[in-house]
């Protein structure tokens, strides 16, 4: 069997004066339209309770072109203006859905410096990008093949806070799915990345503890420099450089290890960790090893999908460390620091691989349960899923996932 995707491929690009100039105009005229736009839909819906959808907007933007003012507006392509009344659009749907917070302003600072193009805003040939208003194609650095005859429908540019530029290309794309007879189950930790079911260990990139390490440092210095100066400015490029690169080579780890997980299994279980955002730990390694599970998750997600694999959430609240594995024997009590322990039964646990083997279990009874079906992103104890149901902010936490 085979499945068509739209898949992202995403390259680093060198822009020449004159394009990055055009890019950094359009960044802050989306800044501004959404922002106008935002302001718009607030005003309608606290002045008159009135909901304006994506069409008014766009008229709007109309409107606002022919003023002085905003007649900069006109100087962009009129392509990424529109995207972003309808990522607006988007962000407004999963709002009234209570999927999402009321949208935010964009901040000159704080926000991704991002424009999407769609066909009609740039051109695509013989393997070369050329954006609208501009002359010269991209020169973009091919770090891995497009599919063959591929040509994107979308094209989104942006610039990460350490100044480096990305050309992301949605092109349609063919997986097969070979099926696979492996199961595994995953435990997220701290101190090793994952544990698997099989017993094997998956610990952080290499680098990534003197990286860390780097980050903590530079964090504190910026924090003494004075705002707004030269020095802090320099200060903060520094922490978003050593930040970028614990992110690229983590989210390089995760994609080859979801990759090898969905070839290998058909069922994969892993634990629902939503419950972890709500314990007070502010510690960088928390937030670091907290955001490494949500970006594995997201990826085994649509991997698993795309390679037609079950993968089963299981309970928050799932006891997955205190669980014999072996004989089903429940300890009461099992401290953070006990690495290994042996049961009543005789058997001697690594306490992380004893909890994957659990998760799997739990997720093999849930498919048996289920008859068939996927319970993916769905809570799998039957007898407390209504319980959780009134507890809006564990919902929340799954649904932001
Ligand atoms: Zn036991």
Redesign the pocket.
């Given at each position: 069997m085979s499945r068509a995707v739209k898949r992202a491929f995403k390259y680093r690009f060198y822009p020449t004066d004159s394009q990055s100039a055009e890019l950094a105009r359009t960044f802050g005229c989306v800044r501004k339209v959404y922002n106008l736009a935002l302001v718009a839909r607030t005003e309608a819906w606290t002045l008159r309770q009135e909901r304006i959808n994506y069409h008014t907007t766009s008229a709007l933007l109309t409107a606002w072109k022919k003023t002085d003012e905003l007649a900069f507006l006109n100087e962009v392509s009129s392509v990424p203006l529109q995207q972003a009344l309808r990522h607006l659009q988007v962000a407004f749907t999963n709002f009234f859905a209570k999927r999402a917070r009321y949208p935010s302003f964009k901040s000159k600072k704080k926000s991704r410096r991002s424009a999407e193009y769609t066909t009609s805003a740039f051109r695509w040939r013989d393997g070369r990008l050329t954006l609208a208003k501009m002359t010269e194609p991209l020169d973009i650095v091919w770090s891995r093949p497009i599919p063959e005859g591929a040509s994107p429908s979308t094209v989104t540019v942006s610039q990460d806070a350490a100044g480096r530029w990305f050309v992301s290309l949605l092109c349609d794309d063919v997986i097969e799915q070979v099926p696979a007879s492996g199961m595994v189950g995953v435990d997220a930790g701290i101190d090793s990345l994952l544990t698997l079911s099989t017993g094997e260990k998956i610990v952080n990139p290499k680098h990534e503890r003197r990286d860390r390490a780097r980050l903590a440092r530079v964090q504190r210095a910026l924090a003494k420099k004075e705002k707004g100066s030269a020095n802090r400015a320099k200060a903060r490029r520094t922490v978003a450089r050593v930040y970028a690169r614990i992110t690229d080579r983590r989210r390089d780890h995760l994609h080859k290890l979801t990759t090898r997980l969905v070839r290998e299994n058909q069922t994969i279980v892993i634990e629902d960790l939503a419950v972890r955002n709500m314990v007070k730990n502010h510690s960088l390694a928390r937030a670091v090893s907290d955001a490494a599970w949500r970006q594995f998750r997201t990826l085994l997600e649509y991997k698993a999908d795309w390679y037609g694999r079950d993968l089963v959430v299981v309970d928050r609240w799932f006891p997955s460390s205190k669980l014999?594995s072996?004989?089903g024997?429940l300890v009461e009590r099992m401290p953070l620091n006990v690495r290994s322990w042996t049961?009543?039964?005789g058997?001697t646990h690594d306490r992380d691989v004893n909890a994957a083997r659990n998760i799997l279990a739990e997720g093999l009874s849930v498919i048996a349960c289920g008859g068939g079906v996927r319970p993916q992103r769905e809570s799998s104890r039957m007898g407390r899923s209504s319980a959780k149901q009134e507890n809006p902010r564990a919902t929340k936490g799954i649904l932001a996932l």
């Open positions: 014999c072996a004989c024997a049961c009543r039964c058997q």
